[in-house]
């Protein structure tokens, strides 16, 4: 009996799995409109840590397309894009710039950027104390400049 039961866990198991592949999500990458301009060391760090999540330039993943880690991935991408999105940068007002630039700053010294989730998969997205202090740097002259114009327009 608890092996006909547990064949049948395994089989409904089995079976839910290939039905949530059905289930569609949408990877997009749309094109960048006023990407941020930043010195060559703080866009290679961007680029490298954060840019999956916080632009429009996402290396989707094989593991990005198989459910249910499609489904957890993409509504992490759209939640980062929204709290912040670097393809995006040129269109942010300057007060919304100042914004994100001090919430980077939060997240930085929270060290909550990128998450721990994303590190484990991605272990070249960790920031070393050396890419903290060049960030910390480059954000605080950020929000210390004069309205300096920080997008390809």
């Not at 703080?42 to 489904?71: F, G, K, M, Q, V």
């Not at 509504?75 to 914004?99: A, H």
Request: proline content about 8%.
């Amino acid at each position: 009996m608890a092996r006909q039961l547990t064949y049948a866990v395994l089989v409904v198991m089995a079976a839910s799995f290939v039905a949530a592949q059905f289930v569609a999500v949408t990877r997009t990458n749309p094109p960048a409109q006023g990407a941020l301009v930043a010195p060559l060391q703080i866009a290679a760090i961007l680029r490298r840590s954060c840019y999956d999540c916080h632009s429009n330039e996402t290396r989707w993943p094989w593991y990005s397309h198989i459910a249910p880690s499609a489904w957890l991935i993409v509504r992490d991408v759209d939640l980062g894009r929204k709290e912040i999105n670097f393809s995006e940068w040129g269109n942010y007002y300057p007060p919304t710039r100042q914004r994100k630039l001090a919430w980077m700053g939060r997240m930085l010294e929270e060290e909550k950027m990128p998450p721990w989730s994303y590190r484990l998969m991605h272990p070249g997205a960790r920031l070393t104390e050396a890419d903290r202090d060049a960030l910390r740097r480059w954000i605080e002259s950020e929000l210390t400049a004069p309205s300096a114009p920080t997008t390809n327009r």
